[in-house]
C-alpha cells in the first residue's frame, strides 16, 4: 500500500486547507483510514480517523468542530478539510492507513500499517 498526501500549503489564521490523500491498491475500501500530524519537536500526534466504510469518525479534541475527514473509496482517497486554522495547527500531516479491518476506529500510531510522506501546514498568525 502506497500513501500520497498533499494539499499542504501556507495559509492565515481562521483559513481553510483540504489536504488530500490517495492510497494504492485495490482494497482501499477495507481500510480504516487516519491523519497525524507533528510538530517541531513535537511528537506525532493523532488528528483524525474514519472506518472503513466511512460511518465512523473520530476526532483529536483539539481539532473537534473545525476538521473532517471523509473518504471517497471510489477514488482511494482520503481528505481532511481544515477549517478554522491556528498556528498552533502548524506541523507536517501524515495519512496512514490500518488494514486490518479494524471494529474500532483507530487512534494510535501503532495501530496504523501504512504511512504517507508528510504534507506541510504552516498557519501564519
Known amino acids: 500500500v502506497q500513501l500520497q498526501a498533499f494539499g499542504g500549503g501556507l495559509v492565515q489564521a481562521g483559513g481553510s486547507l483540504r489536504l488530500s490523500c490517495a492510497a494504492s491498491?485495490?482494497?482501499?475500501?477495507?481500510?480504516?483510514m487516519g491523519w497525524f500530524r507533528q510538530a517541531p519537536g513535537k511528537e506525532r500526534e493523532f488528528v483524525a480517523a474514519i472506518s472503513w466504510r466511512g460511518g465512523r469518525t473520530h476526532y483529536a479534541d483539539s481539532v473537534k468542530g473545525r476538521f473532517t475527514i471523509s473518504r471517497d473509496n471510489a477514488k482511494n482517497t482520503v481528505y481532511l478539510q481544515m477549517n478554522t486554522l491556528k498556528p498552533e495547527d502548524t506541523a507536517i500531516y501524515y495519512c496512514a492507513a490500518d488494514v486490518g479491518y479494524a471494529v474500532v476506529v483507530p487512534t494510535t500510531l501503532d495501530e496504523y500499517d501504512y504511512w504517507g510522506q508528510g504534507t506541510l501546514v504552516t498557519v501564519s498568525s
Open positions: 491498491g485495490r482494497t482501499f475500501s477495507t481500510y480504516a
